[in-house]
């Protein structure tokens, strides 16, 4: 997992800073300037980095674990190509006031610019964690995919994301796990 990690740090971040100032698309639907503005969904969002690093935990069988490691370089290096070929910026909202999600949502804006969107990198690691400890322990795994679904509502909530990036994260994830681990998901 250490080297999962790795190679999204060594992607992510040199890709969003390249990525500043560069034109940008914007995905963003009319009825999403509609959905509110809700701090206490940055939990969710960063529970994220918790349920991608499950599998660790959870997935006992070493071949498996590889596949899944595989299905995450996967997602991680696809989304990479397409944030260089078609980067997407996020429209965020000016954060005024305190509190403690308004400062955790300020550090998710102080340390991800508002690029690298189109897919969701917080929804496809997520659902790929979900599907691959699903497949090793159902109760776990079906927790995570409840996590999956606030967490995909949290990247809308918080402004990080919209519907097309989550859309297409999850897409990414199940083509990862059909390609990397199994046909059968449940």
């Known amino acids: ?14 890709i ?23 701090p206490f969904f940055v939990v969710f969002y960063v529970m994220a980095y918790l349920v991608v690093v499950m599998p660790y935990f959870v997935v006992r069988d070493i071949r498996d674990y590889r596949r899944a490691v595989a299905a995450y370089l996967f997602i991680i290096l696809i989304s990479s190509a397409v944030y260089i ?11 005024s006031g305190h509190g403690i999600f308004l400062d955790i949502i300020a550090l998710v804006y102080l340390v991800a610019k508002p690029y690298n969107l189109f897919p969701s990198l917080h929804v ?28 995909s509502l949290s990247t809308l909530f918080v402004k990080q994301h919209y519907l097309a990036d989550i859309i297409s994260a999850a897409v990414l994830a199940f083509i ?3 390609m990397f681990l199994s046909k059968k998901i449940v």
């Not at 070929?85 to 954060?95: G, M």
């Not at 659902?127 to 995919?145: E, T």
């Open 85 to 95: 070929l078609y980067p997407v910026k996020a429209a965020r909202p000016e954060i």
């Open 1 to 14: 997992m250490l080297f999962v990690v790795t190679v999204w740090v060594l992607c992510y971040f040199p």
């Open 176 to 178: 990862s796990y059909y």
């Open 124 to 151: 496809s690691l997520s659902a790929i964690s979900s599907m691959v400890c699903l497949k090793h322990n159902k109760a776990i795994g079906y927790s995570l995919i409840l996590l999956v679904f606030l967490i």
């Open 16 to 38: 969003n800073s390249f990525s500043e100032g560069r034109p940008a698309h914007t995905l963003q639907l009319g009825f999403e300037r509609d959905i509110p503005f809700i």
